[in-house]
């Protein structure tokens, strides 16, 4: 056998003996999952001030002429209590930036017949939702997720770790800058709505998402806090699972049993929230 032969035999075998670099990847959520913005749900309940804005901007759509909106959704694809205005979505489609989304809500409350305290109390949620350094103020790691990235983190060769959510790019900005222990097993690989100028559910988000890293959907697991989010994901070929921090165990038996968490992993994720819960 030349050198040469043994060479390529040599190479064969390193190729089949060891562990392939990308095996599984895992697509994580933000808001919801790894983020608590649980100010936001409030926001935007039947009653709150975010469902009255919405009501004001189908009513007078500063993208349709500031009449009726021409696009109209009905129930809004990612929040279950309210309806979402069309400016909304293409804001966090990134088609609107933060400035002309305050501006046009700012005009249809000013215009509005509210009364003087109820016009304070929505543009104050405006603030809180759309100004990325006001917002960032209400949101807190969620302690679970947080766990289970950092255990996930330790077989980052194998199975690498992306984020995909609707929402600013600013904001994600602010985040690697707050909590960056958290962020930091990610290495950058994020997408954004209105990054992708589209947003979950639509295939479109997936398929920007992979098409940037190189990701085989189809060999990915997906967690995320919505179920019409997780829907789209399968049909997709996406392994998809949602994710429920007051019930943990579905979520982390999927987890093993997709060979991505060990069992001595979910000892250390669920030994870590105990301690939390005593502390």
């Given at each position: 056998m030349t050198n040469n032969a043994r060479s390529s035999l040599l190479i064969v075998a390193l190729f089949v003996l060891s562990p392939t670099i990308y095996g599984t990847n895992i697509i994580f959520d933000i808001h919801g999952v790894l983020l608590d913005t649980t100010v936001v749900h409030y926001l935007k309940q039947k009653n709150g001030p975010y469902n009255t804005l919405f009501k004001l901007l189908h009513q007078h759509c500063p993208l349709c002429n500031n009449g009726p909106c021409e696009n109209y959704l009905g129930d809004s694809l990612t929040w279950a209590t309210t309806t979402e205005a069309h400016v909304q979505r293409e804001w966090e489609k990134g088609n609107v930036s933060c400035t002309e989304y305050n501006k046009c809500s700012e005009h249809v409350i000013d215009t509005s017949h509210l009364s003087h305290e109820a016009k304070k109390n929505i543009k104050k949620a405006i603030n809180m939702w759309a100004l990325p350094k006001e917002f960032i103020k209400s949101v807190t790691i969620i302690p679970e997720a947080y766990y289970i990235v950092q255990e996930l983190d330790k077989s980052q060769?194998?199975?690498?770790?992306?984020?995909?959510?609707?929402?600013?790019?600013?904001?994600?900005?602010?985040?690697?800058?707050?909590?960056?222990?958290?962020?930091?097993?990610?290495?950058?690989?994020?997408?954004?709505?209105?990054?992708?100028?589209?947003?979950?559910?639509?295939?479109?988000?997936?398929?920007?998402?992979?098409?940037?890293?190189?990701?085989?959907?189809?060999?990915?697991?997906?967690?995320?806090?919505?179920?019409?989010?997780?829907?789209?994901?399968?049909?997709?070929?996406?392994?998809?699972?949602?994710?429920?921090?007051?019930?943990?165990?579905?979520?982390?038996?999927?987890?093993?049993?997709?060979?991505?968490?060990?069992?001595q992993g979910i000892a250390s994720v669920k030994e870590k929230i105990t301690g939390d819960k005593t502390n």
């Amino acid at each position: 056998m030349t050198n040469n032969a043994r060479s390529s035999l040599l190479i064969v075998a390193l190729f089949v003996l060891s562990p392939t670099i990308y095996g599984t990847n895992i697509i994580f959520d933000i808001h919801g999952v790894l983020l608590d913005t649980t100010v936001v749900h409030y926001l935007k309940q039947k009653n709150g001030p975010y469902n009255t804005l919405f009501k004001l901007l189908h009513q007078h759509c500063p993208l349709c002429n500031n009449g009726p909106c021409e696009n109209y959704l009905g129930d809004s694809l990612t929040w279950a209590t309210t309806t979402e205005a069309h400016v909304q979505r293409e804001w966090e489609k990134g088609n609107v930036s933060c400035t002309e989304y305050n501006k046009c809500s700012e005009h249809v409350i000013d215009t509005s017949h509210l009364s003087h305290e109820a016009k304070k109390n929505i543009k104050k949620a405006i603030n809180m939702w759309a100004l990325p350094k006001e917002f960032i103020k209400s949101v807190t790691i969620i302690p679970e997720a947080y766990y289970i990235v950092q255990e996930l983190d330790k077989s980052q060769d194998k199975h690498p770790l992306f984020i995909l959510s609707n929402g600013r790019h600013e904001w994600v900005e602010l985040y690697k800058a707050q909590f960056t222990d958290l962020m930091e097993p990610f290495r950058g690989r994020i997408v954004v709505s209105s990054e992708a100028h589209c947003k979950k559910p639509s295939k479109e988000i997936f398929q920007y998402l992979a098409k940037k890293y190189d990701v085989d959907l189809k060999e990915s697991i997906f967690i995320d806090d919505h179920p019409k989010n997780i829907e789209a994901a399968k049909k997709l070929g996406i392994k998809a699972i949602l994710f429920n921090p007051n019930n943990l165990d579905p979520l982390l038996k999927f987890l093993e049993a997709e060979g991505v968490l060990s069992s001595q992993g979910i000892a250390s994720v669920k030994e870590k929230i105990t301690g939390d819960k005593t502390n």
